[in-house]
């Protein structure tokens, strides 16, 4: 299993961005996946997450109605749509899946948001 985050970058307050998770070693279209993020000092938090067949998600209320998550099954990714970006945003973003039991991560996309 391999997941691997791109698109992260310094964007100024308002702005916004698009990450991807290229995900390979497993069949994709079967799971979940989620976003997490990690700001310096702090806890890894979920940002959300969508189901296998991209119908339904769920958001942190932080990141609600400003954050969107999506998948393309046919590419093996999931993507998070991030729009009018806030300082406290900052962060390195992971994509995370569960299978069988066994917990996956990337290695993180960093997200610094900062005029």
């Known amino acids: 299993v391999q997941l691997v985050e791109s698109g992260g970058a310094l964007v100024e307050p308002g702005g916004s961005l698009r990450l991807s998770c290229a995900a390979s070693?497993?069949?994709?279209?079967?799971?979940?996946m989620k976003w997490y993020r990690q700001a310096p000092g702090k806890e890894r938090e979920m940002v959300g997450y969508?189901?296998?067949?991209?119908?339904?998600?769920a958001y942190a209320d932080s990141v609600k109605g400003r954050f969107t998550i999506s998948r393309d099954n046919a590419k093996h990714t999931v993507y998070l749509q991030m729009n009018n970006l806030k300082p406290e945003d900052t962060a390195v973003y992971y994509c995370?899946?569960?299978?069988?039991?066994?917990?996956?991560w990337g290695q993180g996309t960093q997200v610094t948001v900062s005029s």
């Open positions: 969508i189901s296998s067949g991209g119908g339904s998600t």
């Open positions: 070693g497993f069949t994709f279209s079967n799971y979940i």
């Open positions: 995370n899946t569960v299978l069988v039991g066994n917990v996956y």
